[in-house]
């Protein structure tokens, strides 16, 4: 769930990662101190061409922080906007009654829609029209056709998205104590222990790159400069962070969605086995199969991801498909890393 969300997260941050490596070795290679013989720049011409051209290696540096934390931030705040957009996308179909969404979620939604209808002439909503505006509402409050909930309503934030904003707009859209879930999620807290030893906390870091971000962007003299090391870093946190939002929402969608009969708990993993990416887990009146997909859960560490069974067995037996007529124990392995604790999940 949210994979490709995920995907370009990943992807934008890997190119963001190259870029610094390609740079940094440039540099090394422009600036080193030893000088090329007259034989390497006369073999070399394009490259005494670019030598020639580049600017001084401080400039150069405070470039490559002014655009990676701007690109970083970028990456974040799209994220962000557009996980919670497919939030409420989903919602209709989980709560079927608009009547029934939180008063949190209607109150922002209708004065949301009241905001738009009196901005809609601005550049950034020029891609909605009136009915697209007020259709969904109208709908909610008839009962006529399926409500939308236009995420426009919802994405009207006009400060950085700092812990606070970042909580609200999520407790805006029904989804509470976000900050919560990303302080005990394992990539951040790993982040924070192994990368800044203990040094920073979660919310230290995004604030230093919403920090870095705003001088740079509001053109401030840049004098902390951060190497190589420290954006590398830095990219690595906002992935996280993404990671873990993304595991937040589709925590509460399971959630919702088994307070309605849409998904259900099958078990409990109660042995794993890091090397192997196997485990034994106690398992309940459901059919299973290799290549069937489950929810692998646990509020209270911030874990929600979605895996694939990859093989099977029963009493030191391989089997393809299994039916499950009462508790018992189960081999399984799935293609991602689990532990023990977890329970299982099926969307039905």
């Known amino acids: 769930m949210f994979d490709e969300l995920l995907k370009i997260v990943s ?48 400039e150069w540096l405070v470039y490559d922080h002014c655009s990676v934390v701007t690109r ?15 939030w409420l996308e989903l919602l209709p179909d989980i709560v079927t009654e608009y009547s029934d969404l939180e008063k949190s979620i209607k109150d922002t939604h209708q004065i949301g829609v009241g905001r738009l209808l009196l901005d809609l ?10 009915n697209e505006v007020i259709q969904g509402l109208f709908d909610g409050v008839t009962g006529q056709e399926k409500y939308k909930l236009i995420p426009d ?21 029904g989804i509470s104590n976000a900050w919560d879930w990303v302080n005990k999620h394992r990539t951040v807290k790993q982040f924070i222990e192994e990368v800044r030893g203990s040094q920073n906390t ?30 590398l870093e830095l990219g690595d946190f906002v992935e996280n962070l993404c990671q873990a939002l993304a595991e937040l929402v589709t925590f ?16 409990q993993v109660t ?7 196997a485990g034994v887990a106690k398992v309940k009146k459901i059919n299973l199969s290799v290549d069937k997909k489950v929810f692998l859960v646990n509020e209270a560490s911030s874990y929600c991801r979605l895996a694939t069974i990859e093989s099977i067995m029963i009493n030191d037996i391989s089997k393809e498909q299994v039916v499950i007529t009462h508790e018992q124990e189960v081999g399984l392995k799935f293609d991602i890393d689990a532990k023990k604790g977890l329970s299982l999940y099926v969307v039905e």
């Open 252 to 267: 509460q969608v399971i959630s919702r969605q088994t307070a309605i009969g849409k998904a259900k708990e099958i078990g």
């Open 11 to 58: 992807v934008n941050i890997s190119t963001v990662h190259k870029i610094i490596h390609t740079n940094d070795r440039l540099r090394g290679i422009v600036f080193r101190k030893d000088t090329p013989t007259q034989q390497e720049s006369d073999e070399n011409t394009q490259f005494t061409k670019l030598i020639e051209g580049v600017p001084s290696e401080q």
């Open 202 to 231: 979660a919310e230290g870091e995004l604030n230093e790159l919403i920090t870095y971000r705003n001088d740079a962007a509001h053109g401030a003299i840049v004098d902390d400069i951060l190497g190589t090391k420290e954006l």
């Open 271 to 277: 042995e794993w086995f890091k090397k192997s990416r």
């Open 153 to 173: 309503a919802f994405l009207l934030h006009e400060q950085n998205l700092r812990r606070e904003v970042l909580e609200k707009l999520f407790a805006d859209a």
């Open 72 to 86: 970083l931030y970028a990456i974040y705040e799209r994220f962000v906007e557009d996980l919670i957009a497919e």
């Open 121 to 130: 002439k601005k550049k950034r909503f020029e891609h909605l029209s009136i």
